[in-house]
């Protein structure tokens, strides 16, 4: 089924507590333009818990894609930080790249036309690729506060050399 919709943003978060939360606020702050329709892709379980903590957002779609942790030695029903054991944390991070193409797929399925935006984490550095793909507008979206994500762009744009 295809949305009709006015404008659409997608919102891709990070399967973290600290980058979903930050996610699902943007999403109620965005939702906010009712011409605007706000899509959040993320994995089964997330999209669960996603949607109990929204119910009276008309224009904020929680959309599930498909994710097998399995194929990244993730613990079973593990899609997020919460429950995950410390050494599995770098899996997840691999796990994360195996859905671009299920965003892709949803542009291109699900949608009528390209969405304005592509908000991505920062963590996702595809979700550029995906946006540029369908002519969309790519944003990196930082969950972090703004000393640490400063410190950070510092310490990544000065790197030894």
């Known amino acids: 089924m295809k949305h009709e ?4 943003i997608i919102l891709r978060p990070f399967m973290a507590q600290g980058h979903l939360r930050p996610f699902l606020h943007l999403a109620t702050i965005l ?3 009712p011409e605007l ?7 089964p379980i997330n999209a669960v818990n996603l949607r109990q903590k929204i119910t009276n957002y008309k224009n904020i779609i ?3 894609l498909p994710f097998n942790g399995k194929d990244y030695d993730l613990p ?3 899609e ?9 944390v770098i899996n997840l991070f691999h796990s994360s790249t195996s859905l671009e193409p299920h965003v892709e797929e949803y542009i291109k399925c699900r949608l009528t036309r390209p969405p304005l935006a592509v908000i ?4 996702l550095g595809w979700g550029d690729r995906v946006a540029r793909k369908f002519g969309s507008v790519g944003i990196a979206f930082s969950t972090g506060g703004a000393y ?8 990544w744009c000065n790197l030894p050399h």
């Open 120 to 123: 991505f984490d920062n963590f």
């Open 148 to 155: 640490g994500t400063t410190a950070y762009v510092s310490i």
């Open 5 to 8: 919709e006015n404008d659409h």
């Open 31 to 33: 939702s906010h333009k």
């Open 37 to 43: 329709i706000i899509t959040i892709l993320t994995t």
């Open 80 to 88: 997020n930080t919460e429950k995950l054991p410390l050494p599995h």
């Open 76 to 78: 079973e029903n593990v």
């Open 62 to 64: 929680i959309s599930e």
